[in-house]
């Protein structure tokens, strides 16, 4: 349990930082920003590139990850971090996150329609946002839990290492695909 000064829940912290940069970028992933990648496909190719890039990096980390020996159970403890640090922690990893950026954007196009009303838009993403908030800090709630840190510090290399492969099948059929 991540607990600070007066008892507040450290978890608490960290789902806010991911959600508002979730939503902050919501609108520009609108339909608006779809018709706009098919009319200028070089950019749609240069997007292509650049994921297949990112993801080959992301293949090499977890790969980098997966064969760095494990950590004494005395050094995986965190020190006690700032509110604002874990704020932006959040904030970090939800830009570091690509699939976060391709779910958006499937929400958004699937609904909202080319004549959508902005009434119904905003309806789409109020409820991204409702969404994101509750999903966060489930997440935050559910992994802070001593048997799921337990059961992730035993199947660590597994995970990073089946995540590895994953990134580097993703990166390159982009990078080599028609």
Known sequence: MWRCGKGVDRRWFLPPGL??????????????????????AHALLFLKIAGGLYLLWLARR???????????????????????????????????????VLARVAIMSLGLKPGASPEMAVTAFGGCVLLGVLIFTGYAVLFSTAPMVRGYARARRWIEGSLAVF????????????
């Open 19 to 40: 959600s508002r940069c979730r939503h902050a970028g919501g609108w520009s992933r609108s339909p608006a920003s779809r018709h706009s990648l098919v009319r200028y």
């Open 167 to 178: 990134f580097a099948g993703a990166g390159s059929r982009l990078l080599f695909s028609h």
């Open 62 to 100: 977890a790969a980098r990850s997966a064969a760095a020996p494990d950590k004494p159970a005395s050094e995986a403890v965190r020190h006690a971090a700032q509110l604002g640090a874990l704020y932006r922690r959040g904030v970090l990893m939800h830009l570091g996150n690509p699939k976060a």
